[in-house]
């Protein structure tokens, strides 16, 4: 009974959700959406970042059309990028903070498992368009802090927006998101998915609770 009891004893102690440093963020920029990962669960295949951006905390990826995003987001832009196939950069920052801890006002948060991070990692490394001897190929300064614009794989139109390939990614993390066309629409569906993981707070910040 004793050997019984110290078992019982040893299982409650583990905690029941994974660790919070290990969540997968969601953030919401107007109408863009960026993933953002600790730089501890960097794909070895995404550790150039290291070299490009300060060694930091965090890093935030996002992805779209290279003349929409990287310019003043006008709508004459939005509607050329939206009806006729054009090229596509990945934006990409270095955060020394927690996303929580920052002006972000839409949030939300998953903890994939293992599996999921990988293939999650190893997409994102994918997305980075490379040169012959397998260097990336940075296209500008990105939109804020420190950050990089790189020439990305794929085509940018209506049929795959920013808002699709961030859905597309969260399907490799392990969320049953479908495809949505708007960042509004991306978030709404990632907040009414049951709690992966204690997610709620980080730093002393609250985060919006997926239900």
Request: glycine share 8%; proline share 7%; net charge positive.
């Amino acid at each position: 009974m004793k050997f019984l009891l110290a078992i019982a004893v040893l299982i409650l102690a583990v905690p029941a959700h994974a660790d919070p440093g290990e969540s997968l963020l969601v953030v919401r920029h107007r109408w863009h959406t960026g993933l953002v990962i600790p730089a501890d669960k960097l794909d070895p295949h995404l550790r150039f970042l290291r070299d490009h951006l300060p060694d930091t905390g965090y890093y935030e990826f996002g992805w779209g059309d290279a003349d929409f995003y990287q310019h003043n987001n006008s709508i004459p832009r939005l509607l050329k990028a939206l009806f006729w196939p054009t090229d596509s950069v990945l934006h990409v920052v270095a955060l020394e903070r927690h996303p929580a801890q920052l002006p972000h006002k839409d949030l939300a948060a998953l903890c994939p498992e293992p599996d999921h991070w990988h293939r999650l990692t190893r997409s994102l490394a994918a997305d980075f368009q490379r040169n012959a001897d397998g260097t990336v190929r940075t296209v500008g300064p990105g939109l804020y802090g420190a950050s990089l614009f790189f020439q990305a794989e794929g085509t940018f139109w209506l049929g795959r927006t920013c808002n699709r390939w961030s859905s597309e990614r969260l399907r490799q993390a392990g969320a049953p998101i479908r495809g949505v066309l708007t960042a509004g629409g991306l978030m709404r569906q990632l907040k009414a998915l049951p709690a992966t993981c204690n997610a709620g707070h980080f730093n002393g910040r609250r985060l919006p609770e997926n239900n």
